[in-house]
């Protein structure tokens, strides 16, 4: 697999030659009642997960504006989209290593949001325990530990090019929690926040836990 922070670059989705097709309101309402008749019929992909289903999927329900549709499973994945583990879409299993990918990329994109590890398995079609479990034997962490680290990376990079509160730099990265925030990251650190920034504008060596 990737480098954690390879997989932190969110891949743009590429636009192929095939036309579009509009989102009709039948469509529509096929994918919200996961119509299964229509299975076969069209496509739909989401843009923020990168995952495509039919419309008989028992995923969440994507928003509108995020929905892209095709009219042959070959064509999502010409335009880079990942097929759904839940509805397997194309009649294969997406390959674990690609479905963590997505995970990461999405984690990536959302960590200044309230994610938790039942909202990203909602995301990506799976079971928190099947997600957590298949998360820590490729990458060695669970989600909440890479969404941990993540945060704290985007922390420290508001604390040295930024001169904001210590409590709103927790707030950019999703941490609401001002005191939650300062112990966990000098747990995963090795100091405060105030202490890091201070370090880090002296030009001193931090090392870290």
């Not at 799976?126 to 669970?142: D, M, N, Y």
Request: some cysteine; hydrophobic content about 30%.
């Amino acid at each position: 697999m990737e480098t954690w922070n390879d997989q932190f670059e969110r891949r743009p989705i590429q636009e192929t030659g095939v036309s579009r097709v509009d989102l009709s309101e039948e469509k529509w309402q096929a994918i919200l009642q996961n119509d299964i008749t229509y299975d076969g019929k069209f496509w739909y992909a989401v843009k923020t997960t990168s995952i495509f289903c039919r419309p008989s999927c028992k995923s969440r329900p994507p928003k509108k504006e995020n929905v892209r549709i095709f009219m042959a499973p070959e064509q999502a994945l010409a335009a880079r989209f990942r097929p759904c583990k839940r509805c397997k879409p194309t009649g294969e299993k997406l390959p674990d290593d690609e479905w963590i990918s997505l995970v990461s990329e999405y984690m990536n994109s959302h960590y200044n949001e309230n994610i938790t590890l039942e909202l990203l398995a909602e995301i990506s079609h799976s079971s928190p325990f099947h997600l957590q479990r298949t998360f820590k034997r490729l990458c060695g962490i669970t989600p909440t530990e890479h969404m941990q680290q993540l945060r704290m990376e985007h922390a420290k990079r508001w604390l040295a090019e930024s001169d904001l509160k210590i409590a709103d730099i927790g707030l950019q990265v999703g941490m609401t929690n001002t005191p939650y925030f300062v112990t966990l990251f000098k747990q995963k650190v090795g100091c405060t926040p105030a202490v890091y920034r201070r370090q880090y504008k002296k030009g001193d060596n931090i090392h870290e836990s």
